[in-house]
């Protein structure tokens, strides 16, 4: 239960921040400082969930999802990106962003709040 609250405490600020990252103007120090934060806190987010086991019936080793498949997007994701925006291939780092986001964020967020039985699940509908 401890990782749960602790992927939940990275995740939170990440939703802002990315949306605030893809929202607004780019290539000023205040997105390149807030860009590094938020890629650090994936990254961590994405090692985090890879130790949570799935709560649902489909089980690899008896602890693997479908939802860990977007832990490795992300874990792939965060040094794409890294190194896209370093190497100044802007298309590839947009990319690797917006996957983030709606992989990282959107789906997993989304299939965690809807899915029946998860926790969010139940503090927000039950």
Request: proline share 4%.
């Amino acid at each position: 239960m401890i990782l749960v609250f602790l992927h939940l405490a990275i995740i939170c600020p990440c939703i802002f921040l990315g949306a605030y990252l893809l929202l607004f103007p780019k290539a000023t120090q205040l997105h390149r400082s807030l860009g590094k934060i938020y890629l650090s806190l994936m990254g961590i987010t994405g090692i985090v969930t890879l130790f949570m086991p799935t709560q649902g019936e489909l089980k690899l080793f008896n602890h693997f999802g479908p939802l860990h498949l977007l832990s490795g997007i992300t874990l792939y994701a965060v040094p794409t990106a890294y190194r896209a925006a370093k190497n100044k291939n802007i298309a590839a780092h947009k990319s690797a962003m917006i996957q983030l986001y709606i992989g990282g964020i959107i789906i997993a967020g989304s299939w965690a709040i809807l899915g029946e039985g998860r926790l969010l699940n139940e503090l927000f509908f039950h």
